[in-house]
Nanobody, 129 residues
């Protein structure tokens, strides 16, 4: 059974950093695009970042651009989200997701929650002021 499991969330002060990981199991996701979304209380789940199956293309929401970096290690079936200069408004449950294989080719597709086939259970990130 395919499964995505996030880790690395926690409590951090504003200006700090966290690195989220999303390990996949049950199949090889090397041909799948991978994305990160987040959902704050009372808000809809929103796109944060995505990376193409090869890692050659990355996509970021405006809120993440310049502060967050998405990367992947296909040998480990894992995707990462390095988050720097964290702000209280980054507080949310962060979800990783997989889309594919070879399905998305541009920002609009990766940004769309409905594009994704698999989702993790989420990891809480709390940024204190």
């Amino acid at each position: 059974q395919e499964q995505l499991v996030e880790s690395g969330g926690g409590l951090v002060q504003a200006g700090g950093s966290l690195r989220l990981s999303c390990a996949a199991s049950g199949r090889t996701f090397s041909s799948y695009g991978r994305g990160w979304f987040r959902q704050a209380p009372g808000k809809e789940r929103e796109f944060v970042a995505a990376i193409s199956w090869s890692g050659g293309s990355t996509y970021y929401a405006d809120s993440a651009q310049g502060r967050f970096t998405i990367s992947r290690d296909n040998a480990k079936n894992t995707v990462y989200l390095q988050m720097n200069s964290l702000k209280p408004e980054d507080t949310a449950v962060y979800y990783c997701a997989a889309v594919g294989p070879y399905y998305c080719s541009g920002y609009g597709c990766y940004e769309d929650r409905d594009s994704y086939d698999y989702w993790g259970q989420g990891t809480q990130v709390t940024v204190s002021s």
